[in-house]
């Protein structure tokens, strides 16, 4: 069993499929105080500022997540439709590259453990990490796909932003939803795309569990 410290409906989603046992427990943190131009820094910034608060009331593993989505610069949640239909002009016949951080944190790490993760196949993983500090250990990485858009017409972008789908979602849009229909391909990991790099932390679970 571990803690969630993070709503969205998508992760959650990807976990109980997978199988794991968790909770939800929404952070209190404002996420918006990490800024950073570096997707790595920002995405594993955010992912741990979400993550402390929960581990601290709970004082069990708690995993912290977040995505952003980086083309020409990062894109997060839209905030108005005018921003959202940008978005969408934007990706229109490009790619750009999807970046999910994952922060795990937990009291305490055997030294056994530690080298069975780090033996772990990274796959499409970048930035792995794992920091020993005095109040709890912390593991960082982050999942990346890059992800190839065909052509959006305008009729399509206003028609889309009419709807409640861009505003959750980091670039404003859900490749799992009405906008996979503009998705001709991806590469590496679909998964941290949809929100969660499911695969690697599924495996690093595994590994705490023993």
């Given at each position: 069993?571990?803690v969630l ?15 794991l ?5 929404p952070?209190t943190?404002?996420e918006?105080e990490?800024?950073s ?10 992912a ?21 989505v980086?083309?020409s ?9 005018e921003?959202?239909?940008?978005f969408?002009r ?5 790619s ?8 795990i944190?937990?009291k ?6 530690e080298?069975?993760?780090e033996?772990l196949n990274k ?5 792995f990490?794992?920091i ?5 250990v ?9 992800v190839h ?10 028609q ?6 861009p ?28 929100g969660?790099?499911l695969?690697?932390?599924c495996?690093v679970?595994?590994?705490l569990?023993?």
């Amino acid at each position: 069993m571990f803690v969630l410290a993070s709503t969205s409906p998508r992760r959650a989603q990807l976990l109980s499929q997978a199988g794991l046992s968790f909770k939800v427990v929404p952070s209190t943190a404002d996420e918006d105080e990490i800024v950073s131009s570096d997707p790595h820094i920002l995405t594993l910034g955010k992912a741990f500022h979400k993550a402390l608060p929960v581990f601290s009331s709970t004082q069990q593993i708690t995993v912290g997540c977040d995505t952003i989505v980086f083309g020409s610069h990062i894109y997060e949640k839209p905030v108005s439709a005018e921003q959202a239909a940008q978005f969408l002009r934007e990706f229109s016949e490009s790619s750009h590259t999807v970046y999910s951080g994952v922060t795990i944190l937990l009291k305490t790490l055997s030294l056994e453990h530690e080298k069975q993760i780090e033996q772990l196949n990274k796959g499409n993983i970048e930035e792995f990490k794992i920091i020993r500090g005095n109040e709890h250990v912390v593991i960082q990485f982050v999942g990346v796909c890059k992800v190839h858009f065909t052509k959006i017409t305008e009729e399509e972008i206003q028609q889309y932003v009419l709807t409640k789908e861009p505003y959750d979602k980091a670039g404003g849009y859900g490749a799992q939803s009405v906008a996979g229909k503009w998705i001709w391909g991806f590469e590496g990991d679909y998964n941290s795309v949809v929100g969660l790099p499911l695969s690697y932390l599924c495996s690093v679970m595994r590994v705490l569990s023993k």
